[in-house]
């Protein structure tokens, strides 16, 4: 039987067994490589990587243990005796407040290793927003060294080595400072703003609050008590109510309100139903049956705004004149118009995971709610109510379209992306009425308030559209939209809305800032403040954005 034995090992598995003891004999070390950078549309880095070093207890054996040290003592270590500490790389973000945007990066999960081949256990890779969209390219490849160990697992030699390749730098459209500013803005009302160049749908800024600190994921502090408090941070970021990783201005769905009012003008426009010189008779009510439908000027102050045409309407953004409009459309056209804007389907931007949205139809609401369309619907559905739904980066998306002569363009966050952009067939006639509506809801008598003494400074009473925006006046458009059951008193909670476009006036070191750029503010309701307003919450906001881009850029 020994004879037997030893035939099998040195005969028939002899080269099995020797490849097996010469790979007892090596050991593979990986050499992560560094991760890639990502840049802001001036080529500032939005994220560095810092130097962490460890101390290795012993350098020659193969599992030493490592303590983390701080940069004096590991520079006093070099300098002896270099093979005594060991280097990584962490990630710091320089702007906590693109943490939704530009995301984190942690531990390879057992999920992720199955459904990519690329992963080994214990990478890193990205976890969220451009850190996962672009984590095969800001990965890089890792190296490796082979050295040849003894019996004892002690290093005897390096037999060979092949260097890491960092990853790639990454030149997003993103504004550093310019996020910073709209998110101080927003100071500590719930919201998004979303800030975008009207030429080509690059987007400078996208925050969304509550959000978090990317920071949280790296190990910062040598002090175990720091460290577990900086754990019990993120456990409690995950247990939030107010969903901090939730991106709202991607993922968030949100009835519209009177924002998509530009919408219904533009479809009663386009099929013929309205012209410049339509106009509809406000008189507070509006009586179908038994039904009442009431304009928000009626409800609030318990005035009326008599003989309104488009324009005018816009301005004062009546809500009697889009029932109307809706009505003579019909909600089939009215729901073409919406999806022309892209509602209803993504966006197509970068990172994920976003929201289609909702633009209801008769035939939808029949089939998922099983219910007949009314008149009713019809109208809500033309004030952006009722089951219409939009994210806010649709919202922008709509006046960046309106903005660009009608072409509107895919969002993007990184410039190497090839955005798509595409007519929508509106004719400029009707595109100029609907600005000229909107230049006025940021004029005297309008909705926009913050706005009135710039236009009233930089508006000609003999100017034309364009050439009063040239000039730098600001074209907008306010909403408070309505969601969720009514109180005790029959008043539902409301979020603000404004969007707006405006060629600033930029001088000093911006000087390659966007010609002209949109803006969408959405100001959430919440417990301290149900009733948030498009004029009062979210235009200041603007306001405050467009101020620092004059005086600061």
């Given at each position: 039987?020994?004879?037997?034995?030893?035939?099998?090992?040195?005969?028939?598995?002899?080269?099995?067994?020797?490849?097996?003891?010469?790979?007892?004999?090596?050991?593979?070390?990986?050499?992560?490589?560094?991760?890639?950078?990502?840049?802001?549309?001036?080529?500032?880095?939005?994220?560095?990587?810092?130097?962490?070093?460890?101390?290795?207890?012993?350098?020659?054996?193969?599992?030493?243990?490592?303590?983390?040290?701080?940069?004096?003592?590991?520079?006093?270590?070099l300098?002896?005796?270099?093979?005594?500490?060991m280097?990584?790389?962490?990630?710091?973000?320089?702007?906590?407040?693109?943490?939704?945007?530009?995301g984190?990066?942690?531990?390879?999960?057992?999920?992720?290793?199955?459904?990519?081949?690329?992963?080994?256990?214990?990478?890193?890779?990205?976890?969220?927003?451009?850190?996962?969209?672009?984590?095969?390219?800001?990965?890089?490849?890792?190296?490796?060294?082979?050295?040849?160990?003894?019996?004892?697992?002690?290093?005897?030699?390096?037999?060979?080595?092949?260097?890491?390749?960092?990853?790639?730098?990454?030149?997003?459209?993103?504004?550093?400072?310019?996020?910073?500013?709209?998110?101080?803005?927003?100071g500590?009302?719930?919201?998004?703003?979303?800030?975008?160049?009207?030429?080509?749908?690059?987007?400078?800024?996208?925050?969304?609050?509550?959000?978090?600190?990317?920071?949280?994921?790296?190990?910062?502090?040598l002090?175990?008590?720091?460290?577990?408090?900086?754990?019990?941070?993120?456990?409690?970021l995950?247990?939030?109510?107010?969903?901090?990783?939730?991106?709202?201005?991607?993922?968030?769905?949100?009835?519209?309100?009177?924002?998509?009012?530009?919408?219904?003008?533009?479809?009663?426009?386009e099929?013929?139903?309205?012209?410049?010189?339509?106009?509809?008779?406000?008189?507070?009510?509006?009586?179908?049956?038994?039904?009442?439908?009431?304009?928000?000027?009626?409800?609030?102050?318990?005035?009326?705004?008599?003989?309104?045409?488009?324009?005018?309407?816009?301005?004062?953004?009546?809500?009697?004149?889009?029932?109307?409009?809706?009505?003579?459309?019909?909600?089939?056209?009215?729901?073409?118009?919406?999806?022309?804007?892209?509602?209803?389907?993504?966006?197509?931007?970068?990172?994920?995971?976003?929201?289609?949205?909702?633009?209801?139809?008769?035939?939808?609401?029949?089939?998922?709610?099983?219910?007949?369309?009314?008149?009713?619907?019809?109208?809500?559905?033309?004030?952006?109510?009722?089951?219409?739904?939009?994210?806010?980066?649709?919202?922008?998306?709509?006046?960046?379209?309106?903005?660009?002569?009608?072409?509107?363009?895919?969002?993007?966050?990184v410039?190497?992306?090839?955005?798509?952009?595409?007519g929508?067939?509106?004719?400029?006639?009707?595109?100029?009425?609907?600005?000229?509506?909107?230049?006025?809801?940021?004029?005297?008598?309008?909705?926009a308030f913050?706005?009135?003494?710039?236009?009233?400074?930089?508006?000609?009473?003999?100017?034309?559209?364009?050439?009063?925006?040239?000039?730098?006046?600001?074209?907008?458009?306010?909403?408070?939209?309505?969601?969720?059951?009514?109180?005790?008193?029959?008043?539902?909670?409301?979020?603000?809305?404004?969007?707006?476009?405006?060629?600033?006036?930029?001088?000093?070191?911006?000087?390659?800032?966007p010609?002209?750029?949109?803006?969408?503010?959405?100001?959430?309701?919440?417990?301290?403040?149900?009733?948030?307003?498009?004029?009062?919450?979210?235009?200041?906001?603007?306001?405050?954005?467009?101020?620092?881009?004059?005086?600061?850029?």
């Amino acid at each position: 039987m020994v004879v037997l034995r030893l035939a099998d090992i040195q005969l028939l598995r002899g080269d099995f067994f020797n490849n097996l003891s010469q790979d007892n004999r090596f050991y593979t070390l990986p050499i992560k490589a560094q991760r890639g950078v990502l840049l802001d549309r001036y080529d500032q880095p939005l994220v560095q990587n810092k130097l962490v070093y460890s101390l290795v207890s012993d350098p020659k054996v193969l599992y030493a243990n490592l303590q983390v040290i701080g940069r004096d003592e590991a520079l006093a270590h070099l300098a002896t005796n270099s093979a005594m500490v060991m280097k990584n790389h962490a990630r710091y973000l320089k702007y906590p407040q693109l943490s939704s945007v530009i995301g984190y990066v942690g531990e390879v999960t057992a999920e992720e290793l199955e459904e990519r081949a690329d992963l080994k256990p214990h990478d890193w890779v990205g976890k969220l927003g451009l850190e996962k969209a672009f984590d095969g390219q800001l990965r890089g490849e890792d190296g490796k060294e082979v050295f040849e160990i003894s019996a004892t697992s002690k290093k005897q030699r390096s037999v060979s080595r092949i260097e890491q390749v960092s990853g790639e730098n990454i030149k997003t459209t993103l504004d550093a400072q310019l996020s910073k500013i709209a998110e101080e803005a927003l100071g500590e009302q719930r919201g998004v703003v979303i800030i975008a160049d009207a030429k080509n749908g690059e987007i400078l800024s996208l925050v969304t609050k509550p959000s978090f600190d990317a920071n949280l994921f790296t190990k910062n502090s040598l002090d175990e008590e720091a460290d577990r408090a900086r754990r019990q941070q993120i456990a409690g970021l995950f247990a939030d109510e107010g969903q901090p990783f939730f991106n709202r201005a991607i993922a968030g769905a949100y009835p519209p309100g009177s924002v998509f009012k530009l919408v219904t003008a533009l479809a009663g426009l386009e099929y013929g139903e309205v012209d410049r010189g339509t106009t509809v008779l406000d008189e507070g009510i509006l009586k179908v049956g038994e039904s009442e439908f009431r304009s928000w000027f009626y409800w609030n102050y318990g005035k009326t705004e008599g003989l309104l045409d488009l324009r005018r309407a816009i301005m004062r953004s009546n809500d009697i004149f889009f029932y109307k409009v809706a009505e003579w459309v019909g909600a089939e056209r009215l729901a073409e118009m919406a999806k022309v804007f892209g509602f209803g389907d993504y966006t197509g931007i970068e990172i994920g995971p976003e929201t289609r949205g909702l633009v209801p139809t008769p035939e939808w609401k029949e089939r998922t709610i099983g219910e007949k369309w009314y008149l009713g619907n019809t109208y809500h559905m033309g004030i952006g109510q009722g089951d219409v739904l939009t994210s806010p980066l649709q919202i922008n998306g709509m006046i960046q379209a309106v903005a660009n002569e009608g072409v509107w363009c895919q969002p993007k966050l990184v410039m190497e992306s090839k955005g798509e952009c595409r007519g929508l067939g509106l004719a400029p006639e009707n595109l100029e009425l609907v600005l000229s509506g909107m230049l006025d809801a940021c004029s005297s008598g309008g909705t926009a308030f913050p706005f009135f003494e710039r236009n009233g400074k930089l508006r000609s009473e003999a100017g034309s559209v364009m050439g009063d925006i040239h000039a730098g006046a600001v074209a907008c458009k306010t909403g408070t939209a309505e969601f969720g059951a009514a109180d005790e008193r029959g008043y539902k909670s409301t979020h603000g809305w404004l969007v707006m476009m405006v060629e600033p006036k930029v001088v000093g070191k911006k000087e390659n800032f966007p010609k002209k750029i949109v803006i969408t503010v959405l100001v959430e309701s919440d417990e301290n403040d149900s009733f948030k307003e498009g004029s009062y919450d979210a235009a200041p906001v603007a306001a405050e954005i467009l101020e620092f881009i004059e005086g600061n850029y």
